[in-house]
């Protein structure tokens, strides 16, 4: 079982920054590609950013180059730097793990942009 969890939301005025991270306890996480999705009321869930195994990075195009998506292998964690933020990027945000087959999901953290 993988667990995963995310932190780091909370509120934030329009063109703030928040880091998000999440931990993986207890996994090979250099296995694992990690990502963090977002989910907004009544809307699906969507891909924010994945960084591979190897480090190669990719984004969803409304990120624009305001996020950055890092991982440290040594802590098992996954960050999500997010900058300018607007208030469309206001959604729960899902650290995520993938191997081959099922993605593993953290608990979410929220994040509100709002003036």
């Known amino acids: 079982q993988v667990q995963l969890v995310d932190a780091g939301g909370g509120l934030v005025q329009p063109g703030g920054s928040l880091r998000l991270s999440c931990v993986a306890p207890g996994i090979a996480f250099t296995i694992y590609t990690m990502g963090w999705y977002r989910q907004a009321p009544g809307k699906q869930r969507e891909l924010v950013a994945r960084i591979t195994t190897g480090g190669v990075r990719e984004y969803a195009d409304f990120v624009k180059g305001r996020f950055i998506i890092s991982r440290d292998n040594a802590k098992n964690t996954v960050y999500l730097q997010m900058n300018s933020l607007e208030p469309e990027d206001t959604a729960v945000y899902y650290c995520?793990?993938?191997?081959?087959?099922?993605?593993?999901w953290g608990q979410g953290t929220q994040v509100t942009v709002s003036s």
């Open positions: 995520s793990a993938q191997r081959h087959g099922p993605i593993y």
